[in-house]
């Protein structure tokens, strides 16, 4: 059983940056690729980042390539999120995910993952 916990989301300006982490633990955090996703009020949750096991292939969504930077550190059993430039749209509940599965590409859909966060909230505000 893995255990996720989100943080270093909040309240930004548009514009403005957030770097979220999420922490592993009850796992192998070297043999899992990771994910991040985000639910927006009334909407469906969606991909945002993936990272394979060693860090080395990273896939983003088109909505955020280019501002978000996914990153991991293994020793640490982490992965970050780096958002930059952020907008209204981004306003969402971040959560993060652990595919088990050992695959070598990080997946992009929801139902690959088995263990999720409790997701952290980020709001942008004009």
């Known amino acids: 059983q893995v255990q996720l916990v989100e943080s270093g989301g909040g309240l930004v300006q548009a514009g403005g940056s957030l770097r979220l982490s999420c922490a592993a633990s009850?796992?192998?955090?070297?043999?899992?690729?990771m994910g991040w996703f985000r639910q927006a009020p009334g909407k469906e949750r969606e991909f945002v980042a993936a990272?394979?096991?060693?860090?080395?292939?990273?896939y983003y969504a088109d909505s955020v390539k280019g501002r978000f930077t996914i990153s991991r550190v293994n020793a640490k059993n982490t992965v970050y999120l780096q958002m930059n430039s952020l907008n209204i749209e981004d306003t969402a509940v971040y959560y993060c995910?652990?595919?088990?599965?050992?695959?070598?590409?990080?997946?992009?859909?929801?139902?690959?993952?088995?263990?999720w966060g409790q997701g952290t909230q980020v709001t942008v505000s004009t």
């Open positions: 995910a652990v595919d088990a599965s050992l695959t070598l590409l990080p997946p992009k859909r929801e139902f690959e993952y088995e263990y």
């Open positions: 009850g796992g192998t955090f070297s043999m899992y690729a």
């Open positions: 990272i394979s096991r060693s860090g080395g292939i990273t």
